[in-house]
C-alpha cells in the first residue's frame, strides 16, 4: 500500500499547469534577486507613483518568452512580484496561444470580437490571473499576469 503523503504527492504532481503563473521561471511571488538572475540586464526601480499594488517596477526590452521576442516588466510589493506585463508584436499571438495553453492550461474565456478588431484570452487560479489583449488593427499584444486586485489598484490615483 502506498503511504499517503506520497499519494499527495503524486496528485499535486498532477494539477494542472493553471496552478503557477511564471515567466520563464520567475513565478508570481517571486524574489527581485530571482527576476535579475533570470533577466541580467532587467533595470529595477522604484515606481514613479504611489500604489498599493506595488513600490518597485524591473523593465527588460530583451526577454525571450515563449520563443518570441518580448518586453517585459515586473511589478513588485515588498519584494516580492506582484504581476508581470509581458509586450509583444500582436502578430504572434497565433503562435503564442499554444504555448500558454501548454503553460496555463486551456484559457476560462479565449475569442475574437471581430467588430471591434482584438483578441482576448483569460485564465484565473484563485486570486492569480493571466490575461491576454491583443488589438487586430495594430502590432500591440499584451500579457498581464497578476495577483489579486493589481489591475484595479496600480494606476489608482490616490
Keep these: 500500500m502506498k ?31 530571482q527576476v535579475k538572475e533570470r533577466y541580467p540586464s532587467a533595470y529595477c526601480k522604484a515606481l514613479e507613483w504611489s500604489s498599493l499594488a506595488a513600490d518597485r517596477r524591473c523593465d527588460d526590452s530583451r526577454a525571450d518568452f515563449a ?7 515586473f511589478y513588485l510589493k515588498n519584494g516580492a512580484v506582484q504581476a508581470f506585463d509581458v509586450r509583444f508584436d500582436g502578430k504572434q499571438v497565433k503562435r503564442i496561444m499554444p504555448a500558454l495553453r501548454e ?20 485564465w484565473k487560479d484563485k486570486a492569480d490571473r493571466a490575461v491576454l489583449v491583443s488589438d487586430l488593427e495594430k502590432r500591440r499584444a499584451s500579457l498581464l499576469v497578476s495577483r489579486g486586485n493589481f489591475e484595479e489598484e496600480i494606476y489608482r490615483v490616490r
Design 3 to 33: 503511504s499517503p503523503s506520497l499519494l499527495i504527492a503524486l496528485a499535486l504532481a498532477a494539477l494542472p499547469a493553471a496552478a503557477s503563473y511564471d515567466a520563464n521561471g520567475v513565478p508570481l511571488g517571486a524574489h527581485e534577486r
Design 67 to 73: 520563443g518570441i521576442k518580448a518586453r517585459i516588466t
Design 103 to 122: 503553460k496555463y492550461g486551456k484559457p476560462d474565456l479565449e475569442g475574437e470580437d471581430p467588430e471591434r478588431r482584438y483578441f482576448r484570452a483569460e
